[in-house]
């Protein structure tokens, strides 16, 4: 049978979906979604914290929406390893163990994540993993982790190539696999290196950028790349300056091995309405992780009805390819998302990065890149955040968007 | 015997073509032509699709034009090797065996072109050849393939500096030396670590950008770099994109180690005649493979024309140097391509990108750059498409071409 | 305990300056101060003229202020090691040795500070300690030496990723570590393969551009990288040159661990007093080292009461965070600088880089970049130049400026 | 005794002269001078040509100006070694053998120079050395070479990183001295991988760029780089592009260790007689070697003009250092070069690369960069072309220079 020629890309994108999955773990086959320690507490936690918050994710039933693991990050440990090499947790912080934290995670129906840096120290200067991968891995295993999200600091120079990078953190993939326990794999090494090209096979996501930070768009010297290719990944990274940095990713990824575009910034200060749909319209359309760092325990009920919208979460978890940029102007961007499932449906996305409320006109050259005959056609149109139907155009299509914010139709 | 200044640049050129091939296989002295499944097929290829295409071959005659290998790209094979490590072909697409469909395209006259990766999968992740060279070539040997196309995807982050990628392509160069028989070897590491440095002693040709897309020029973020030089090929490459990354690269090609632009858009939509014939022109000129892609079964009047203009095919199959471009302005380039022949022949091409049909004049400073006498002489020049004569020129020709169109003069 | 969203960034940073250090010698927890040889004598040296200098710093009471380090640059040594490998002094210029002379500096309780390279040669072209690092250690700590600068010139190739430089630099520092004498470890190579990244587990300082000249603001061919990621650091590398290079760099510096934007260069002369403030301000305020290059025996009444300002020197010294970059404009730059003592005090610094005097206007939406209720506030403000008090002010600030100069309030 | 301010980097440089070379073999104390046959003669190279240009030479006086070695470019070997591994020169271009060659221009009272690669193939593609350095230098010592000009192509992938070059290059440096023959080492890596930084350990001169071509400023797709950072150096390099390449790099030579611009196109056409004395001065003040590659045996009185002003050729071989540039403008640039000798002398030379001849002031802020107090006193100036005094000048100069001409004053 003959593919037809105007087909292609969304045929050969279905295929790579079905089949199998470069790690082996079987984790991660639509982009994981939770709720993360770092940006509330910080170093600050405890048993009680992260409880509470996973208690407050299961009350606002967000685990319903997908919201599944509950990540404790950084400064959970004592300062040193004991006597055999372990990592010891600090018992002040959590008098009952770490173990115990996850039955009580589980128990809830949540899957519980821990913190690793593939360095000599973790970022917040607690022991890292480097030369310990197969006593912490185990360790982890013992506790019953089911994510790992391992981190970047204090390399001791082990990066700079992407041989050196993908070995180091081939250590930790290895070492989790050897546990037997399905654990899923978080890298955060920045985008350094262009894991995009080798995490694929030893990891179910790696962040493409520096730290996010709850900023629409504002340079920023502690993050001072504008591209990809970056020797200073930083923080304190703009919405727009990651949006901008992951446009051409977005094809390393498929089915268990995600970019990760780091952790969501709704519910924050700072941002405004407009700017956290827009923040959370594109992190689900490029299969980012939705990982949540708001004080879940304060959740707005905006953030809520952000955090909850069946449609853009579909975009995530549904049968859609990676969103892919068509164009990028001063103030607007085009971002499209083909269906997967032979629909020949599609997701379009304007973003308003400009200053003022704007009308856009989207001619149909720019939905229909290199398959002319669609071009012809007229399609139904409805938005995924009014929930408004747009009755059917043809040729072009004409929008209102708001001042930092984002139209998506499908 | 001295010889004079002026003529030095070709006279080093014509020594070269005629002195021995680096890598010994004896092939691809002039750049190889044939047919892929790839652009038309992607996945969805067996035993039919690939004898209906070698057919339809013979049938228009393009072996007598010298399209020479019928090449089977990616997902021939099962998802797991055998027992003992070899590579198993899909019994459903290929129920007779690939040694049968080889044997069967040998009986046309045809070579036969296989497909692998040199990494963990091949980009449609099935299993590819990283680790498994030798096992691999002596199975394609024993089915007497005739060609290798050897891609990149998955290779665990052997890439970012030349020597590894170096290291990593020349394991497969030598397992198939030691085969015994000769077979083309068409490298296809997207233009990564610079290949053209170091590939000239172990491929037949390596590929020098990601992939290309039926159009013309338009900046996609899926092939986002404009330079040579490159840390994230991808695809979706226009035609121009690549010609303007190919433009530096010529000097490092010669006699059995070519420049591959990637295969041919002509024939497929999109694309319009001007647009074709460009494309085309530059692709001999630049002596790139000469790879169709097309939906050879369902092959326009048109397109046939356009891969059939035997003085276009000279260039790349006959007594020329590898053209090179004398300048590159808003709307326009030139492209210049010197006889081996110690005719003193040469090819002037000029194409407009621009968005209009225009008239350009050339100067001979752009013509002969370094070489002021001849300047001072009369040449006759042929239009290569339409055949017209266009008499005697001095000093500088004018010429007439239109909106995305070339003009050919010799 | 929840930490307040808005209180984020300056907790982190608070956390950090309490831990542990990465490099365990327990040196340098504040930015080392001191003298050097090489700005004002070059090669010149000789046991009088460092002597001579100690005693001017003491003389000046310079010591009171934190000038704690004299060190001794390139050229103390003789062209060749003795037989069994050590470096031998140059009796010449030091008739009674080394020791005598670290014994001298250390009875008027100044440190004593040593250099060597990690390379073949010193830049002077004198032994360098490149596979001696251990026999040099032992004589430097023999000599009771208790700095050393260690310079990156003849390295043989051994640089160019940041694993060959951490590799080469780690030599050193554990063997100053395995001879028991703290001995402060500062990193001389410019800034090549990004330092920062890898040298605060194994130095106390790492240079992070090319050398400085007593020059304000002009390009200069011998210093032509404008960024921090720069391929020939060089020397005559100018004021503002140095500055805006290492605005991005702050966030990689901790306790124990320095950016060094090299020596000072005030009471130079083709420095006005404008300039020589501004230098001095921005060293402080992100922390790099302050060691002074100027002919100390002459030190000007101008340069003493800048070296001397107890507000700019506890910006360095004292209860402050690392300064970082609010914004960089054609004629100014705006740092800024957060205590971590809790109280929210908070430094702004404005450079006026332009050709004339000027005023300028700081809206608070600069000051506090991501904490937005901070804004509404309303704070006093001192000037650490003039000592001026500027009242309360809100919402904005307004600020006149000389040319070339600075504000620093507080 | 202190060493002014103002004479800091004068002494500095005259004090590295004076000193150690860093290849102890003791030549190109100063830039090596001489011819070589690759521009004229290409492959056609015989005895009978060689011989007679070291007899032009001879003839011409050229060597009692300095220009001493006798360089024989590629092609001069057969295309396989012989049964023991050695290179066989090829008898029918050499029916007497290299030894013989030698013997006869060193009765001349010359030096001789011989080519080969650090490849798999020379660039012609005869054997290169790669793996058989020592075989080869002893092969050269026997035939009594004084010179190796040690070429980069076909060096599979052993490039990329400053380490893998400068392995690849020391093993030859060794084996060279390894014969107890001085032989001049020149490399020829084209600048790849900043050889400026690792290559005056073990060589006498590096190129620093592609391949010139007699072109005065022309942008060309084969030397496509505009910065001394470069990962296609190519050739076709016009004289524009090598000096602006150059400019940063001065900084890294020294006696016996020097920047190679590659060969002089004096006497070539294409280049008119301001172009080509430019091309001289600034070859000589940078201290480039001064290697002819014209026709000598038909050497213009204007190119032997060139070639012969003892005060341009005491920039190279006097007591001057390193020339460098205090700026570039768009249609003119200042070099500067200071004496050596404690005089305070200095050399200035304003490029004209604009289209007309002009007139140009230079403020002596541009000459004296950073010592002001040289910037009050007059100075007395003589044209090093034209031999004209021009009396003396105070604070700036006014001078007129033709068309891509040069004027140059001491």
Redesign the interface.
């Known amino acids: 049978?003959?593919?037809p020629?105007?087909h292609?890309a969304v045929?050969?994108l279905a295929?790579?979906l079905k089949?199998?999955h470069?790690i082996d773990n079987g984790l991660a086959l639509t982009p994981q979604m939770g709720w993360n320690t770092w940006?509330?507490?910080?170093?600050?936690i405890n048993e009680d914290?992260i409880l509470g918050a996973a208690k407050a994710l299961k009350k606002l039933k967000l685990d319903e929406y997908g919201y599944h693991y509950v990540v404790m990050d950084d400064c959970w440990s004592l300062?040193q390893r004991n006597a055999t090499g372990y990592l010891q947790y600090d018992p002040v912080k959590f008098p009952k163990g770490i173990k115990h934290l996850a039955d009580e995670i589980h128990a809830m129906g949540l899957g519980f994540g821990m913190y690793s840096s593939a360095g000599?120290?973790t970022c917040?200067?607690y022991p890292g993993s480097l030369a310990f991968e197969e006593k912490d891995a185990d360790l982890f295993a013992e506790w019953e982790v089911d994510y790992l999200k391992y981190d970047n600091c204090?390399?001791?120079?082990?990066?700079?190539?992407?041989?050196?990078?993908?070995?180091r953190y081939?250590v930790m993939s290895k070492a989790l696999n050897r546990t037997g326990r399905p654990i899923l794999y978080s890298m955060c090494n920045w985008g350094e290196?262009?894991p995009?090209?080798?995490a694929?096979?030893i990891a179910n996501s790696w962040r493409m950028s520096g730290d996010i930070?709850?900023?629409f768009d504002?340079?920023?010297?502690?993050c001072?790349c504008e591209d990809?290719?970056c020797?200073?990944p930083?923080?304190?990274c703009s919405i727009m300056n990651i949006i901008n940095k992951a446009?051409?990713?977005?094809?390393k990824a498929h089915a268990g091995a995600w970019n990760d575009l780091d952790m969501l910034e709704v519910g924050?200060?700072?941002l405004d309405y407009e700017e956290q749909k827009l923040h959370f319209t594109i992190w689900a359309m490029v299969k980012s992780p939705l990982i949540m760092g708001h004080?879940i325990t304060h959740t707005s009920d905006q953030a809520l009805e952000i955090l909850t919208n069946k449609d853009i979460i579909d975009l995530s978890q549904g049968k859609w390819g990676i969103g892919?940029?068509s164009?990028?102007k001063t103030n607007s961007q085009l971002w499209l998302q083909d269906a997967t499932d032979n629909s020949g449906n599609m997701v379009i996305a304007l973003i308003n990065n400009g200053e003022k409320d704007d009308e856009f006109t989207i001619g149909f050259e720019d939905i229909f890149?290199?398959e002319?005959?669609r071009r012809k056609a007229g399609y139904k149109v409805k938005d995924l955040w009014t929930k408004d139907d747009l009755g059917v155009i043809e040729k072009k299509i004409k929008i209102k968007v708001k001042r930092h914010g984002i139209f998506v139709g499908r």
């Not at 940006?39 to 600050?44: D, H």
């Not at 446009?247 to 094809?251: D, E, R, V, Y």
Request: glycine content about 6%.
């Open positions: 049978m003959v593919i020629q105007t292609r045929f050969a295929m790579v089949t199998i470069a940006n509330t507490f910080a170093c600050n914290t300062h000599k120290y917040g200067r204090f390399n001791d120079g082990q990066s700079g190539t992407p041989l050196i990078s993908f070995e081939e290196d262009s995009w090209d080798w694929p096979t930070i709850n900023v504002r340079y920023d010297d502690r001072p990809y290719i020797r200073l930083g923080h304190h446009a051409p990713l977005g094809q924050n200060e700072n004080d892919y940029r164009y990028k890149l290199d002319w005959e």
